[in-house]
């Protein structure tokens, strides 16, 4: 099983009060799944999203990706094995804005590569998104729906096995949305990736093979 949660439990606490977000989260996703999620703002989807990319912790529960158990990982071995195994595509790009969209996308490669290959790499990712004319271009020069390409090629550059999208598609137009979606699933179809997808869109959470609703802090499928 490429994603096992197992009674996952998450709260934090705010000005002194505990707030429960996640309180039994279950689900197992085999290799090259495809699942949505949904559910009302504020119901934990983002907390989620952060922790099977492995940002946060559970409080409780187990966390296995790719059979590896996450819990018995160190602060170190965690933040490596999430570089390899996980990509993940906020609704906000997070691009650096001061950098290239082919230096946005070779970032993640240049710690234990060699520069050129790096960028080669990278080149080649930004070709397969569609970006191959728009290289050298910064963010504020591109459109939101190239720099969610940008967003995506980076993601994927390191070749993860589990692929995260938290509302990748918010911002953008229905059409915009819709070709950024097809480009995703066409990406992770091709790289056998297993991919979740957070949206408010039910149409777009429908082109997913298996649905999930996020409801009291625990998941239902649809």
Same mark, same amino acid.
């Given at each position: ?5 197992? %009674? ?29 999620? *949904? ?33 018995? +990982? ?14 993940? $595509?906020? @609704? ?9 969209? /082919? ?6 490669? #240049? *710690?234990? =590569? ?22 050298? %271009? ?8 190239? @720099? @969610? ?15 995260? #999208? ?5 911002? /953008? ?13 066409? #990406?992770?179809?091709?790289?056998? /990736?297993?991919?979740?997808? $957070? ?7 429908? =082109? +997913? ?8 802090? +625990? /998941?239902?499928?649809?």
């Amino acid at each position: 099983m490429m994603l096992a949660l197992s %009674h996952i439990a998450k709260s934090y606490t705010i000005e002194g009060r505990t707030i429960p977000v996640l309180r039994d989260v279950n689900l197992e996703l085999p290799a090259g799944a495809r699942m949505s999620l *949904i559910g009302k703002s504020g119901a934990g989807k983002s907390t989620l999203i952060s922790l099977i990319a492995t940002i946060e912790r559970p409080d409780a529960g187990t966390l296995r990706i790719g059979g590896e158990d996450t819990a018995a +990982m160190n602060d170190r071995k965690l933040s490596r094995f999430r570089n390899a195994m996980v990509g993940i $595509v906020f @609704q906000f790009h997070h691009l650096l804005p001061e950098f290239t969209a /082919l230096e946005n996308v070779a970032m993640p490669l #240049l *710690i234990g =590569r060699r520069v050129s290959e790096a960028f080669s790499e990278a080149r080649a990712m930004l070709g397969r998104v569609g970006l191959a004319d728009r290289l050298e %271009h910064k963010p504020a020069e591109l459109s939101g729906g190239e @720099q @969610q390409r940008v967003s995506i090629a980076r993601a994927l550059i390191m070749r993860p096995k589990v692929l995260l #999208l938290d509302e990748p598609t918010g911002n /953008l137009d229905e059409e915009t949305g819709l070709i950024i979606l097809d480009l995703v699933l066409s #990406l992770a179809d091709e790289h056998k /990736l297993t991919t979740l997808f $957070v949206t408010h869109n039910k149409s777009f959470a429908r =082109r +997913m093979e298996r649905n999930y609703e996020l409801k009291d802090g +625990m /998941l239902w499928p649809l």
